[in-house]
């Protein structure tokens, strides 16, 4: 197992597919002698040489759609979209393209592309550059949608989403870009579709994505210490959505917390929520609760930015005062 | 700028019989399928909406039979004759507009969305402009793949105002795709001239210059332009030319869709265009060159039949599937989201 950051292990699973198939593409704005803005895909260029790994201009439909173009006739390209935010300025390629004309056409074409972006809050960037935006994914069919918490998932979920046949929006965290931790040496391929239960208990069960995940074990560590026992589950990726694995974690303690970065209206947790109130019902001891950014666009200061995403703190005095 | 016209180019001339009758045919065939779509319309048998492409006709043809059979097309909600001209089947095409089990997408993508990849008509897209980028990388993709292959991107002169077109074009020519974007331009922006709400007079052609490409402005009424003009494009991009821009002049003889009567337009204007009917001149050229009239008799009744048939197998199919709702939203077939 080597140490790796999160940015370098995404750089690892772009390679490690490149390696292994010639028609993986990587194109985005500043992807290739820059080695991306979050540096993020430095070394690409270098060992793929400039046709396979393009710079781009700032034309988010165009570098959407070429990939469209490209992957229904042969390719299996990559994109970059540097900010999420961005995601707004192609989402007519992404939600009407992208997303619906595998259904459109009644499966003539099959769209194997990866489109990914630097998602979520933390960095004072203020409400256009902080975003966290898989729910807008989420709510569009035909899009598969993917949150890794860990350097490993980003390497395996990352070479998983390229090798799958259907469009995925990979999620990178930016917050989590600098983070560091065990990659498997060797090809690393995890499998879409499966949350991981990161640790076992018995009074609660706490469900986060992305960033938000180490803030939810370091907060179970805390409730630990006054005698809760929480369950801390990865969701990891939001369609296909691993709800066995969830109802099983939320059967076993009763009651359910989520921890979502994205604003309260139609976050992923409600959704969590629905299904986990019309399934186990009977299993539940108390109301789910929800533990997101207030419904506002986030605020770019240091003191309000901390403050409106989920803190630690509040995990644990939300979960606390829940559970009295 | 003037248009280049039959007499402008010597090419025009020399193109041979076969491929004329060719160019004819798939003209009259275009023609009489929009004039059924148009009768299924009236009959209320077609629910939602429709494009019709009557009178523009010359740019599909030239520009199809110019094209390699691997070649690929890209086009609007105005693509029945785009598809149709690549060799899509008549049949699946009317079951698509009639909303059967026969058509094209079984029942999926309606009138608006045909599709046939089997014959490189890679598919007609509803929102304006969305698919000159998608184009621009299926001709990346034929660059990559060294496959020799061309795309064709056909829009309307409203595309030109949005911000997909110019993306589009930039990377063409930076990236020096084989692609040929054709504008055709039949004056109206849906229901407003064009001119009213454009910075210059022609569209396309004007902004050709901006990405340092040649200004093509041509007649898209004149079908041996158009072949002339789509084997010279397609030909450069295919020997690594990069991307070419061409505004064809045109003229919808209905409205924008099925609800539109066409009233903002000036009689004068209609009644100018209708004489420049691309079918009807087509076959007078033909005729004055010495072809027989049994020739072409013999095609405008084989186009009829082949019209008949379709429409006949169409209504005979049911419904489109009930089944098929929750198919084909992935690769495996279904549409599950969980587990």
């Known amino acids: ?324 | 700028m003037k248009a280049r016209t039959n007499e402008a180019s010597a090419a025009v001339a020399s193109i041979d019989e076969k491929t004329r009758l060719r160019l004819y045919q798939v003209m009259v065939e275009l023609r009489d399928f929009e004039q059924r779509a148009y009768e299924l319309f009236v009959e209320n048998l077609i629910r939602g909406t429709s494009h019709l492409a009557l009178g523009q006709e010359a740019i599909a043809a030239g520009c199809a039979v110019a094209m390699r059979n691997d070649d690929y097309t890209f086009c609007t909600y105005r693509g029945h004759g785009h598809t149709l001209a690549r060799g899509a089947s008549m049949a699946a095409a009317i079951g698509e507009l009639l909303g059967r089990s026969n058509g094209m997408l079984h029942g999926k993508g309606g009138s608006m969305h045909l599709t046939d990849v089997t014959h490189g008509a890679m598919g007609s897209y509803a929102i304006v402009g969305a698919h000159l980028p998608i184009a621009a990388g299926a001709a990346w993709s034929a660059q990559a793949r060294k496959s020799g292959q061309v795309a064709v991107c056909f829009f309307g002169d409203g595309t030109t105002n949005i911000g997909a077109f110019h993306e589009a074009l930039n990377l063409a020519v930076v990236w020096k795709l084989p692609v040929v974007f054709v504008c055709e331009n039949n004056r109206y922006m849906e229901y407003t001239p064009i001119e009213s709400v454009t910075a210059v007079a022609h569209p396309a052609a004007d902004r050709a210059a901006a990405y340092g490409l040649e200004p093509i402005l041509v007649d898209g009424n004149d079908a041996d332009v158009m072949y002339e003009t789509a084997a010279r494009t397609i030909g450069h991009a295919r020997s690594g030319g990069g991307p070419s821009l061409v505004e064809a002049l045109t003229y919808r003889h209905g409205g924008h869709s099925r609800g539109d009567p066409a009233s903002y337009r000036p009689k004068e204007e209609v009644s100018d265009w209708l004489s420049r009917d691309p079918v009807k001149q087509y076959r007078q050229r033909l005729a004055s060159t010495g072809i027989d009239d049994g020739t072409l008799t013999k095609i405008e009744e084989a186009s009829r039949r082949k019209v008949d048939v379709a429409t006949d197998e169409a209504r005979k199919a049911p419904p489109a599937r009930i089944e098929d709702i929750e198919s084909q939203v992935w690769s495996d077939g279904g549409s599950a989201w969980r587990n």
């Open chain 1, 1 to 324: 197992m080597a140490e790796l950051t999160f940015r370098e292990a995404v750089a690892a699973g772009i390679a490690q597919e490149m390696e292994r198939d010639t028609t993986v593409y990587f194109i985005g704005e500043d992807v290739a002698a820059a080695g991306g803005v979050f540096k993020a895909t430095v070394g690409l260029l270098d060992r793929f040489g400039a046709e396979r790994v393009r710079d781009t201009p700032i034309s988010e439909q165009a570098i959407v759609g070429a990939a469209m173009g490209a992957a229904m006739t042969g390719l299996r390209p990559i994109v970059e979209i540097m900010f999420s935010d961005f995601l707004a300025t192609c989402w007519d390629m992404i939600a009407n393209q992208v997303a619906k004309t595998r259904y459109m056409t009644d499966g003539q074409v099959s769209l194997p592309l990866v489109i990914r972006t630097a998602n979520g809050g933390g960095s004072r960037f203020g409400a256009q550059h902080s975003q966290s935006l898989e729910n807008w994914a989420m709510a569009v069919p035909g899009l598969k949608v993917v949150a890794p918490s860990t350097p490993a998932d980003a390497k395996g979920l990352l070479a998983a989403a390229i090798r799958d046949p259907d469009p995925v929006l990979f999620f990178e965290q930016k917050s989590l870009y600098g983070i560091r931790g065990e990659v498997p040496d060797g090809e690393h391929v995890d499998s879409l579709g499966t949350a991981r239960v990161l640790r076992s208990g018995k009074d609660c069960t706490i469900v986060a994505l992305a960033a938000m995940v180490p803030r939810a074990m370091a907060a179970a560590a805390e409730l630990d210490g006054i005698g809760i026992n929480a369950i801390v589950v990865d969701v990891r990726c939001l369609v296909p959505l691993d709800t066995r694995t969830i109802l099983g974690e939320v059967s076993k303690t009763g009651r359910l917390f989520t921890v979502e970065e994205n604003p309260r209206l139609c976050g992923w947790g409600a959704e969590i929520a629905s299904i986990v109130a019309e399934e186990c019902f009977d299993d539940l001891d108390g109301p789910i609760v929800r533990i997101t950014t207030p419904h506002v666009p986030l605020p770019a200061a240091q003191s309000m930015e901390d403050e409106a995403m989920p803190t630690v703190a509040r995990i644990v005095d939300t979960v606390k005062g829940a559970m009295r």
